[in-house]
């Protein structure tokens, strides 16, 4: 279902930051539009960005997001979409191949991308596009350049970025990461930035960093079609950090960072629970300020391609990799829960496609669509043919979003969590670290979801409890209904365990009671 246009919104272009406003300087006649250049892809990921936490999405009414908004109005914004884990490496490796990850068994964190999986970057560079990579990767652990998942063995021509799910946003030196062991900058990811396969030294905010790059890698490939995937750790962990500047004028303290003593683990749980929500001090306006500095970013990055004149013919896609997070004051509002689990706060995402004169503009589309019809879609628009050599799991956008076919691009949608099942942890202490740990989760992280239509079947691994919900009702999920339509939710776990049987391969599967 597509809605009628909506009107041009009032935090528009009209009050862009002043620099995306200055005349442009560039040598026109070196710039002018070619029409049968095939078109530049930019696909924009941000970091547990709350379903709320974007302006035209309604959520709520201290988020102030002009260039995001003006992105949507140019494009198809997605009321409902979808990704495949309410975490961020799985989700990534989905939208990178339109395949299920579980299919090479990734449930979890710790993910891996095996050369055998084919990326989009891989099917684009064979397509004659210069492909490049800035920001966070994320498809499996911190194995460097020789590892499956380093971006320039997945089809990236250019790389500049930190691997990992964590991106410290200041301490960007091989220095600051001396001073912990290798596991815990990493987990942290305090050091310096690959720049291809080297490691360099940078100073400064992450997300200007990843700005200019991006920005220089559009400067470089301006002649060329190009396919730059900018992935932001804005809004992620740990939003406590913000520059000097920034924090004397929000008039805000300095919250410090970890600094080992001995290092051990129970001692970073320690300084993380009293630093993440609900103990970060003004926790809501770090966040917005980060929310804030990835929405000028967008908006430096789109106004390049206008000054460029490559904007007409540049597809845009964004989406974030999962719910915003319970730990950094990210709102999901209307829809219950959060990242990590599977909740609709979990999985549930803004989306965006833009493609000026080619899609339609200002609309919302209502049916239900998944970060896996990423790699079809670019496809179909590309006119690049599919591998023929294994299934896929996403479907062509474009003749639902034109309106060509009044179907549904999908009847169901279906996720594991972290674990099929899992035990009570037993912690007597209701106040130790462990217990505060893991109260920011905010729920059940293990069990499955399906959503078929408007329903929902939410089984949870740990209680091992079935809710239902009608979500065109209920899109808080806050009456379960389960007792009520037995044989809806006996229809939909056997329609579960059909695709789980059919699509994950024996060797993957995971052990779960029904």
Same mark, same amino acid.
């Given at each position: 279902?597509?809605?009628?246009?909506?009107?041009?919104?009032?935090?528009?272009?009209?009050?862009?930051?002043?620099?995306?406003?200055?005349?442009?300087?560039?040598?026109?006649?070196?710039?002018?539009?070619?029409?049968?250049?095939?078109?530049?892809?930019?696909?924009?990921?941000?970091?547990?960005?709350?379903?709320?936490?974007?302006?035209?999405?309604? /959520?709520?009414?201290?988020?102030?997001?002009?260039?995001?908004?003006?992105?949507?109005?140019? /494009?198809?914004?997605?009321?409902?979409?979808?990704?495949?884990?309410?975490?961020?490496?799985?989700?990534?490796?989905?939208?990178?191949?339109?395949?299920?990850?579980?299919?090479?068994?990734?449930?979890?964190? /710790?993910?891996?991308?095996?050369?055998?999986?084919?990326?989009?970057?891989?099917?684009?560079?064979?397509?004659?596009?210069?492909?490049?990579?800035?920001?966070?990767?994320?498809?499996?652990?911190?194995?460097?350049?020789?590892?499956?998942?380093?971006?320039?063995?997945?089809?990236?021509?250019?790389?500049?970025?930190?691997?990992?799910?964590?991106?410290?946003?200041?301490?960007?030196?091989?220095?600051?990461?001396?001073?912990?062991? +290798?596991?815990?900058?990493?987990? &942290?990811?305090?050091?310096?930035?690959?720049?291809?396969?080297?490691?360099?030294?940078?100073?400064?905010?992450?997300?200007?960093?990843?700005?200019?790059?991006?920005?220089?890698?559009?400067?470089?490939?301006?002649?060329?079609?190009?396919?730059?995937?900018?992935?932001?750790?804005?809004?992620?962990?740990?939003?406590?950090?913000?520059?000097?500047?920034?924090?004397?004028?929000?008039?805000?303290?300095?919250?410090?960072?970890?600094?080992?003593?001995?290092?051990?683990?129970?001692?970073?749980?320690?300084?993380?629970?009293?630093?993440?929500?609900?103990?970060?001090?003004?926790?809501?306006?770090?966040?917005? %300020?980060?929310?804030?500095?990835?929405?000028?970013?967008?908006?430096?990055?789109?106004?390049?391609?206008?000054? &460029?004149?490559?904007?007409?013919?540049?597809?845009?896609?964004?989406?974030?990799?999962?719910?915003?997070?319970?730990?950094?004051?990210?709102?999901?509002?209307?829809?219950?829960?959060?990242?990590?689990?599977?909740?609709?706060?979990?999985?549930?995402?803004?989306?965006?496609?833009?493609?000026?004169?080619?899609?339609? +503009?200002?609309?919302?589309?209502?049916?239900?669509?998944?970060?896996?019809?990423?790699?079809?879609?670019?496809?179909?628009?590309?006119?690049?043919?599919?591998?023929?050599?294994?299934?896929?799991?996403?479907?062509?956008?474009?003749?639902?979003?034109?309106?060509?076919?009044?179907?549904?691009?999908?009847?169901?949608? %279906?996720?594991?969590?972290?674990?099929?099942?899992?035990?009570?942890?037993?912690?007597?202490?209701?106040?130790?670290?462990?217990?505060?740990?893991?109260?920011?989760?905010?729920?059940?992280?293990?069990?499955?979801?399906?959503?078929?239509?408007?329903?929902? &079947?939410?089984?949870?691994?740990?209680?091992?409890?079935?809710?239902?919900?009608?979500?065109?009702?209920?899109?808080?999920?806050?009456?379960?209904?389960?007792?009520?339509?037995?044989?809806?939710?006996?229809?939909?776990?056997?329609?579960?365990?059909?695709?789980?049987?059919?699509?994950?391969?024996?060797?993957?599967?995971?052990?779960?009671?029904?």
């Amino acid at each position: 279902m597509i809605r009628d246009k909506l009107p041009i919104s009032s935090l528009g272009m009209g009050i862009l930051i002043p620099s995306l406003l200055a005349a442009s300087c560039i040598n026109r006649s070196q710039d002018q539009d070619d029409s049968s250049k095939k078109p530049n892809v930019l696909l924009i990921v941000s970091d547990d960005q709350g379903y709320g936490d974007f302006g035209i999405y309604d /959520g709520v009414k201290d988020v102030h997001t002009p260039h995001l908004d003006q992105l949507a109005e140019n /494009g198809t914004r997605f009321s409902n979409a979808y990704v495949t884990m309410s975490i961020c490496s799985p989700s990534r490796c989905a939208i990178l191949t339109g395949r299920h990850q579980q299919r090479w068994g990734v449930f979890n964190y /710790g993910s891996s991308l095996p050369r055998k999986e084919i990326t989009l970057v891989e099917q684009l560079q064979k397509a004659g596009y210069n492909t490049g990579m800035v920001g966070k990767s994320h498809y499996g652990g911190y194995g460097g350049p020789d590892s499956p998942e380093f971006p320039l063995n997945h089809g990236f021509d250019f790389f500049f970025g930190k691997e990992g799910g964590t991106l410290d946003y200041l301490r960007h030196t091989q220095k600051d990461r001396e001073i912990y062991s +290798e596991r815990m900058a990493n987990h &942290l990811g305090v050091g310096p930035f690959y720049k291809n396969d080297t490691l360099v030294d940078k100073q400064g905010y992450s997300t200007d960093l990843i700005t200019q790059k991006s920005v220089s890698f559009i400067n470089r490939n301006r002649q060329d079609p190009f396919f730059l995937m900018v992935s932001f750790n804005e809004v992620h962990l740990f939003t406590h950090q913000l520059p000097e500047n920034a924090l004397d004028s929000l008039n805000l303290n300095h919250v410090s960072d970890w600094y080992p003593d001995n290092g051990t683990w129970d001692q970073y749980l320690k300084w993380y629970v009293n630093t993440v929500k609900p103990n970060t001090p003004e926790g809501r306006k770090r966040y917005l %300020y980060h929310l804030n500095k990835l929405d000028q970013a967008v908006g430096k990055i789109v106004h390049r391609l206008q000054e &460029l004149k490559l904007r007409e013919n540049t597809i845009i896609f964004y989406i974030s990799d999962n719910g915003g997070s319970p730990r950094t004051y990210a709102i999901n509002k209307p829809l219950r829960g959060n990242k990590y689990i599977l909740e609709e706060g979990g999985i549930r995402v803004p989306f965006v496609i833009s493609w000026p004169g080619n899609i339609p +503009e200002g609309k919302i589309y209502d049916n239900m669509v998944s970060a896996l019809d990423i790699f079809p879609t670019l496809h179909s628009m590309l006119d690049i043919e599919m591998p023929s050599d294994r299934p896929y799991d996403g479907t062509n956008l474009m003749p639902y979003i034109n309106g060509d076919n009044k179907g549904k691009p999908h009847e169901s949608l %279906y996720w594991t969590g972290f674990s099929m099942n899992s035990k009570k942890p037993d912690i007597h202490d209701p106040q130790s670290v462990q217990a505060r740990y893991l109260r920011t989760f905010h729920g059940e992280r293990s069990g499955w979801a399906i959503r078929h239509h408007n329903w929902k &079947l939410r089984y949870l691994g740990q209680s091992k409890k079935l809710r239902l919900y009608n979500l065109e009702k209920d899109i808080d999920e806050t009456n379960d209904l389960s007792e009520k339509y037995p044989q809806k939710v006996d229809s939909l776990k056997s329609r579960f365990f059909t695709w789980y049987e059919n699509t994950i391969p024996k060797k993957h599967q995971k052990k779960f009671e029904q």
